[in-house]
């Protein structure tokens, strides 16, 4: 896809506070400093669109993105950050479980994982839960420029038995590099054309 306009709509915790139904959307999910900010800058050409930290548990609030007036991303909190108050964690996902369960525009899931990491406890039950609400998603693996190639290609065998996928399920990205951007541009394109 050519980006044209890619612009911030609004922040949300709440269904009141979501824009009007109206583009299909794309949520973003995956653990706490996954990369998904940068990811999310890397496949649309900018560089602060969406705001990156170092500091996980930054992004607390559904963030909405109106890209060429044609879809919708939305910047999900990240999930599994130790150090957040068990009730902000709870909020947080009853707030994310409240969009990806009632949203009618949602037409798939974004799920980021970093390749260096062997998915944990969360990324399976996420996985679960988005296959029990029917829930179409793809699964990038994100920081690949960390690794060589041979380690590149161990790790993802890893990941893939761990979650049960196939390898080539496993989309590698470099927001870095840009490596991989194309493969996830055709994982989202696949996902807005998908007919309920």
């Known amino acids: 896809m050519i980006i044209k306009s890619a612009e911030f709509v609004t922040s949300a915790v709440k269904p009141s506070q979501y824009p009007e139904e109206a583009l299909p959307e794309i949520a973003f999910a995956g653990r706490s400093n996954v990369g998904k900010s940068s990811l999310i800058n890397a496949i649309l050409n900018r560089r602060h669109l969406v705001k990156t930290s170092s500091t996980p548990g930054r992004t607390q609030l559904l963030n909405f993105f109106r890209i060429n007036d044609e879809l919708v991303f939305v910047d999900i909190p990240g999930y599994g950050y130790a150090k957040a108050p068990v009730s902000v964690r709870k909020g947080w996902g009853t707030m994310i479980e409240t969009y ?57 065998e890893i990941v893939a038995k761990t979650v049960f996928a196939g390898k080539d399920d496993l989309i590698l990205f470099s927001a870095k590099s840009k490596a991989g951007k194309k493969a996830v541009w055709d994982g989202i394109e696949k996902l807005t054309q998908r007919i309920d």
């Open 100 to 156: 990806l369960s009632t949203r009618k525009t949602l037409n798939g899931v974004v799920l980021i994982m970093d390749i260096r990491r062997i998915p944990g406890p969360e990324d399976i039950s996420v996985t679960d839960w988005l296959n029990f609400y029917k829930i179409p998603f793809i699964r990038v693996l994100t920081k690949a420029d960390k690794l060589s190639k041979a380690q590149q290609i161990k790790q993802q």
